[in-house]
């Protein structure tokens, strides 16, 4: 029982009910430790809610729409084919409440205390939650922090209007007939392709030389070509300068190597990166966690913070901004608070993105592998050369391995084609468990399947491939 202000005491405060936050939470919970996790919004975070989820149950829908459009090559003729998108809405709407209420089982299965509401740290152990309706106070020994992070945005281009956010883009209520993409990242690609699917005019305004700069060049040409099939215009060199809305329009002037340019769409989305939610009032200063000058927080390699009861995870720590990536990172800081050995290790991590065709990767590129130093034989074997690819009507694209040329140990995997984002697993776990190149290609994989690609690229690599 808490009288007046005393602090309710408990082992576990995860502040940040995302994908990196819950998971952390069960996993801490498993332990033995009594846990209490805040947020001010939804479970799941942005994932679940505005993030992953919802863009792909959109994308899903482009696809059948696509494919319901031209289903020529199977030979089947269909007529009268369009988007109810206020029912497309409704369906990605289902999936995010089915997936909530999800997360909001496993918080009771695992009686973990959830509080919908700000947490603001008071000192180093101890914080305040509050809403509109209380404000009790904690006492922890340990906390995580999954804060996640935001979309930025730039001066010239607030999120008000008919300038969006990821957020309202994906929450729209009709298909727009234009739309203006700025910044050609993995969310502008995935977006704007989905948008371009469904009859929207795309132009994506991109500042690098290509479009999914964190991915090898070598598997995103064939994104940007399917894009250009589909009518997006990629400008890449460009520099976005200004925009200029109306109630109908928004107009953006940019630049491409000094010559002033611009274009007139219904809407303007900008998805030029994410800045992490260690600001406002947080209290991280009183918490006695340190900051980098970019607002990310410090941390070692169990997640650890300067104040060792605090952990970060997430967006919030260096690396790459990928919800799996936070839930790896929830579960080694709930084993460490709770005095397992664990640490992060991110060699096997992979990043996916749901192009079409989707593209993937995991370790090292040949780029980078040789840049460090490692003697490297590598290979890439064709979709065009699997049955299964063929009868799927899916037979863009490769699988390039990169292996020690020393020892045969494969270290990174490059995909794009179609189920690029399954076909990832077994390499990211080939590449944690130091698995060699026979390894893969003496792992009989069924026939006829996508998988076989994997083991027919060891093959390759190896040189003495099959159907090459």
């Known amino acids: 029982m808490v009288v007046g202000d005393a602090s309710i005491d408990i082992d576990t405060l995860v502040v940040g009910a995302g ?22 919004s939804e479970l799941g975070g942005v994932c679940l809610n505005r993030g992953c989820i919802p863009s792909k149950a959109l994308i899903s829908a482009a696809h059948a729409y696509e494919t319901a459009k031209h289903p020529d090559a199977f030979g089947i003729t269909t007529e009268g084919v369009k988007v109810d998108f206020k029912k497309t809405q409704e369906f990605k709407n289902g999936v995010v409440s089915q997936m909530t209420r999800g997360v ?52 010239p281009f607030p999120f008000t209007g008919r300038i969006l956010s990821s957020t309202e883009a994906l929450q729209l209520d009709e298909i727009p007939g234009s739309l203006i993409v700025i910044g050609g990242g993995y969310i502008g690609a995935e977006l704007g392709q989905m948008f371009s699917k469904f009859g929207t005019k795309v132009t994506i305004i991109e500042g690098m030389d290509s479009i999914l700069a964190g991915f090898d060049k070598e598997i995103t040409r064939l994104v940007a070509k399917n894009m250009e099939k589909t009518g997006v ?29 611009e274009v007139t769409a219904d809407y303007l989305l900008v998805t030029v990166g994410r800045r992490p939610n260690t600001d406002g009032e947080l209290g991280l200063d009183l918490a006695g966690v340190e900051l980098t000058d970019r607002g990310m927080v410090v941390v070692d390699h169990q997640g650890r913070t300067s104040n060792p009861q605090i952990f970060a995870i997430g967006d919030i720590v260096p690396g790459l901004a990928l919800a799996h990536k936070a839930s790896y990172e929830g579960k080694v800081a709930a084993e460490a608070i ?9 060699k096997g991590m992979p990043a996916v993105c749901f192009t079409d065709p989707e593209i993937s990767s995991v370790g090292y590129t040949e780029k980078e592998a040789k840049e460090k130093g490692i003697n490297v034989k590598s290979g890439k074997f064709p979709f065009a050369g699997n049955g299964r690819a063929v009868s799927l009507n899916h037979s863009e694209g490769f699988i390039k391995l990169v292996a020690n040329a020393d020892n045969n140990v494969v270290i990174g995997a490059q995909i794009v084609g179609i189920e690029a984002s399954n076909l990832i697993a077994e390499l990211g776990l080939a590449i944690e468990m130091g698995a060699t190149l026979e390894d893969i290609s003496l792992t009989v994989h069924a026939h006829p399947t996508l998988g076989e690609i994997v083991m027919e690229t060891a093959e390759l690599v190896e040189g003495h491939p099959i159907h090459m």
Not at 25 to 35: C, D, N, T
């Open 338 to 346: 709770a005095g397992l050995p664990s640490v992060v290790d991110y």
């Open 19 to 40: 994908p990196g936050g819950y998971v952390a939470a069960i996993r801490a919970a498993q332990l033995g430790q009594k846990v209490v996790i805040a947020d001010k």
């Open 233 to 261: 215009e990629i400008v890449t060199n460009a520099k976005a300068e200004s925009a200029e809305q109306t109630d109908k329009n928004v107009t953006v002037k940019y630049s491409v190597n000094g010559e002033n340019k």
């Open 104 to 155: 909001g089982g496993l918080m009771k299965k695992n009686k973990i205390e959830v509080f919908n509401g700000e947490v603001m740290f008071i000192n180093e152990s101890e914080a305040r939650l509050f809403n509109d309706h209380e404000s009790p106070r904690y006492r922890f020994k340990h906390c995580i922090l999954a804060t996640g992070s935001r979309p930025i945005e730039l001066k």
